[in-house]
């Protein structure tokens, strides 16, 4: 099966085009193109992402992305006929304007690609941002007439490290079920129970702020820029502890009876502290970045590790941005080896682990397995961004 998947949940616009097969049992993909565009620039001077910015600019850069995608994946035939688009397309895109414009001229070039389904992230994430992404996949679903497969964005997180992102090569990872994901990234911190394929049970989760959200509220109050978790993380590798002055953060709820996380005290803690210290010389905020991000790792492993204990989990799968922190891979895989010899961990590849248009495309690949996908005009119609969709 040949998919070609969009995400646009936040602030990165992705596009990707996978050949996946081989089913529940052995399932492989190759990667034929996987591109992404990042806002990051445009929302750095905001300190976080702008919805109407982030619409905006998927509506804009889909397009170019779509074309550089298909043309990567050898998919990108010119055609002579130059037949305009459908007319439904103006209703669908209506409030996407500069999608509507580019694909007005892109689509009349080329001939339907050979593909098998549209997958899309609805939800979770910022509304307007995902209505783009759908609003293009309904698009084109009806001028190519391939069907649509709706993916939930925790699921492709949970799923990511089933990829591998060289195209060249063919992965074949499995899980081994019972297993336990543990999804962290700027919107969500949740410890999930997958008793099989595309079976979602969240355990836990995060009572306020998410850990991707908690590092990036710490960079902003040590003076670092959006997005705070790489930045944090390099301050943190650059800091010897012998030269450490004894700052100590708590470890929110790491000790309560259930699998859920807080993060806003500790933010909390360290806006007080840098208080307390007033000037912040370049050593206190590595020691700054170090303790927090110790507190963060020490608070998500332990609550993993219960999980991994109660379930009797045979694997343990990271996915989300936070997944792509050195200090937290390597803690899971301490815990797995000392512990848990016989679970299966699957990690992403770095790149996987922020928001990709590749792992939508795996999730779709399941989901079309399980249900088919929706091919009716009218059952396209009806799929809607959901800004708050649950993982289930
Ligand atoms: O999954 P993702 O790309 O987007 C969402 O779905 O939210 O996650 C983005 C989050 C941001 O909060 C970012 O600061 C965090 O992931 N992040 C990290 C690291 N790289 C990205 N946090 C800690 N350490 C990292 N190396
Ligand atoms: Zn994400």
Request: aromatic share 6%; glycine share 6%; with cysteine.
């Amino acid at each position: 099966m040949i998919i070609l998947s969009i995400e646009t949940s936040c602030d990165d616009t992705a596009i990707a085009i996978i050949e996946a097969k081989g089913g529940f049992k052995k399932p492989s993909f190759k990667v034929l193109s996987s591109l992404t565009h990042s806002q990051i620039e445009l929302h750095a001077k905001w300190q976080g992402v702008v919805p109407s910015l982030a619409k905006r600019e998927h509506s804009i850069n889909l397009t170019p992305l779509l074309e550089t995608s298909l043309q990567k994946a050898g998919l990108l035939k010119e055609t002579k006929s130059k037949a305009p688009i459908p007319e439904e397309l103006k209703t669908i895109l209506e409030r996407e304007p500069e999608l509507l414009e580019n694909l007005e001229i892109l689509l009349p070039k080329i001939k339907t690609p050979k593909i098998d389904a549209i997958a899309v992230t609805y939800g979770p994430g910022l509304e307007p941002a995902l209505w783009v992404g759908v609003s293009l996949a309904k698009a084109l679903s009806i001028c190519w007439k391939k069907p649509i497969i709706p993916v939930n964005h925790m699921e492709g997180h949970a799923l990511s490290s089933l990829l591998e992102s060289k195209s060249k090569v063919k992965s074949y990872k499995v899980i081994k079920f019972p297993a336990i994901a543990l999804l962290v990234s700027g919107g969500h911190t949740e410890l999930v129970l997958m008793k099989d394929w595309l079976k979602y049970k969240i355990i836990g989760s995060t009572r306020d702020d998410a850990s991707g959200e908690a590092f990036d509220k710490v960079a902003r109050i040590i003076g670092l820029t959006y997005p705070g978790g790489p930045q944090i993380s390099k301050l943190a590798e650059s800091f010897d502890p012998k030269n450490g002055t004894g700052i100590k953060f708590p470890r929110p709820m790491i000790n309560s009876d259930d699998f859920d996380f807080s993060f806003s005290g500790l933010k909390t803690a360290v806006l007080y502290k840098a208080k307390e210290l007033g000037q912040l010389t370049e050593e206190l905020k590595k020691e700054i970045a170090y303790e927090f991000e110790q507190a963060v790792v020490d608070t998500l492993v332990s609550k993993t590790k219960k999980a991994l204990i109660k379930f009797k989990a045979k694997s343990l799968i990271l996915g989300g941005g936070v997944s792509a922190n050195k200090k937290l891979r390597i803690s899971t895989t301490e815990i797995v080896q000392k512990y848990f010899p016989e679970t299966e961990l699957l990690i992403p590849e770095i790149s996987l682990s922020a928001d990709n248009a590749g792992m939508i495309g795996v999730a779709g690949y399941f989901r079309s397995i399980k249900k088919k996908p929706v091919f009716s005009l009218s059952a396209i119609k009806k799929i809607k961004a959901e800004g708050n969709l649950l993982l289930k």
